[in-house]
């Protein structure tokens, strides 16, 4: 399993997207996205999609540059139409949009519906942070990739339905909740079918609602099936995920979760708040500092070394591999190698 730079690998990809004339803003863009991605320690969302973008760019799936359109808009609100272009590229801009919007109205919300797959969904989120906003965003899979089962359920109807939630802080990494509302995303199945790797338990059943640690049998015909998160109390995680799906879809238009057959893609909502419309920024970064040094100072269990908050392992990860480089498995590293 070779360690690359994150240079190395962003060169990497850029030179694999020259090599099918993607615009280099788009490229760069999306390029980003896959190495901030892996740099966090989300590799289910990283490089491991880049064969799977050259795919989708072959069959017309994706259509680069294409254009996002508004098909209407208010003063608070906007719904886009990205035209199956590149989504880390459409979500950017919604966020932006977002993000202006806000800066006049308090509040703004942005809904998008023919999207490919974003991607680290968090990642999106930190664009509000570092304006010293609060992001709020959940996508769907366009009514396709229907792969979690409901609770009670053996049988695949919603898809893994993530949520994520950046809050800032001043002169600090934001607070980032960024989490699927099965117990696990789908990619991370496959960076463990690509190690060779067994399943944690409790992430699969099979069609006959058995455990299984197997990741191939979810990509069998009649495949497996994730639960959704929570454990003895799954109807939580069940439940969140059927509003991520209304919020993502039926607000959208992207249509909720409804057949295997639908096409997979992302219905995007973001929902953006301005904290200087509330109170001074600075007040409110002092208050959440106060709270995450109440919150650590808890007597820690055996075995603790500290309590982390959201997304607080993320970026002691980045800071790790941008000194040791980004560890990627070997049948990911074989795929980018054969697109070269």
């Known amino acids: ?3 690359v730079s994150a240079k190395e690998l962003t060169a990497l990809c850029l030179n694999v997207f020259q090599k099918y004339n993607i615009p280099s803003d788009e490229a760069e863009v999306v390029t980003r996205s896959m190495v901030d991605a892996n740099l966090v320690g989300h590799d289910s969302h990283g490089v491991i999609h880049l064969p799977k973008y050259v795919r989708e760019i072959e069959t017309g799936l994706i259509q680069p540059n294409a254009p996002i359109e508004t098909v209407h808009e208010s003063a ?3 719904v886009l139409d990205g035209n199956w272009g590149f989504v880390p590229v459409i979500a950017s801009r919604a966020v932006e949009m977002a993000i202006q919007k806000a800066k006049q109205t308090d509040v703004s919300s942005v809904a998008v519906s023919r999207c490919n797959e974003v991607g680290r969904l968090g990642g999106y989120a930190c664009l509000a942070a570092d304006a010293e906003m609060i992001a709020l965003l959940m996508v769907n899979d366009h009514g396709g990739g229907t792969c979690v089962a409901p609770h009670g359920g053996v049988e695949g109807r919603l898809s893994t339905n993530p949520i994520a939630c950046a ?19 789908s990619g991370k199945i496959r960076v463990k079918q690509h190690r060779n790797e067994a399943l944690s338990k409790g992430w699969l059943i099979n069609s006959d609602g058995e455990p299984t640690t197997n990741p191939n049998e979810f990509y069998e015909t009649t495949p497996a099936a994730i639960l959704p998160f929570g454990g003895i109390a799954a109807h939580k995680g069940f439940g969140l995920s059927v509003i991520v799906d209304l919020l993502a879809g039926a607000l959208t238009g992207a249509g909720c979760s409804r057949s295997s057959d639908a096409r997979v893609g992302n219905g995007l909502f973001v929902h953006v708040m301005n904290v200087a419309s509330f109170r001074e920024f600075p007040g409110f970064s002092a208050e959440i500092e106060r709270f995450i040094n109440y919150i650590k100072s808890a007597k ?21 591999r941008e000194q040791e480089g980004i560890p990627i498995d070997d049948e990911t590293w074989q795929q980018i190698q054969d697109l070269l």
């Open 1 to 3: 399993m070779p360690n």
């Open 167 to 185: 809050v800032p802080i001043e002169g600090k990494y934001p607070i980032i909740l960024d989490m699927s509302t099965s117990v696990v995303a």
């Open 300 to 320: 820690r269990a055996a075995g603790v070394d500290e309590i982390l908050m959201p997304g607080e392992r993320g970026w002691d990860e980045q800071r790790k």
């Open 76 to 78: 608070s609100i906007a």
